[in-house]
Nanobody, 126 residues
Framework: QVQLVESGGGLVQAGGSLRLSCAAS????????LGWFRQAPGKEREFVAA??????????YYADSVEGRFTISRDNAKNTVYLQMNSLKPEDTAVYLC?????????????????WGQGTQVTVSS
């Protein structure tokens, strides 16, 4: 089992930055792929970013809408994954959720993630 707790959300003006954190507890965190998703009111949950795990290094993946503005990273020593969000736009407003897979291979489909946090609200004002 893996438990995930997000933090770092809040209210920010357009053009500003936030860094989300997701602290994990449980077994074998270091070998799991991690992802960030978001869900805005009245919309489906959508992929934001993911980071894999492998013996040869990490790879990152981003939705087109956040590429170049958001950065996902992980600190295995702290069992934490981060999402640095820069140049925020009002359309980035959503609840952001952290997720973990059972394996190290990253994915963009939410159905492939086994563990989920409760989410943290991000609101970007214009």
């Amino acid at each position: 089992q893996v438990q995930l707790v997000e933090s770092g959300g809040g209210l920010v003006q357009a053009g500003g930055s936030l860094r989300l954190s997701c602290a994990a507890s449980g077994r074998n965190f270091n070998s799991k792929a991690l992802g960030w998703f978001r869900q805005a009111p009245g919309k489906e949950r959508e992929f934001v970013a993911a980071i894999n795990w492998s013996w040869t290094g990490t790879s990152t993946y981003y939705a087109d809408s956040v590429e170049g503005r958001f950065t996902i990273s992980r600190d295995n020593a702290k069992n934490t994954v981060y999402l640095q969000m820069n140049s925020l736009k009002p359309e980035d407003t959503a609840v952001y959720l952290c997720a973990a897979k059972s394996t190290g291979l990253a994915a963009t489909q939410d159905m492939l993630y086994a563990y989920w946090g409760q989410g943290t609200q991000v609101t970007v004002s214009s």
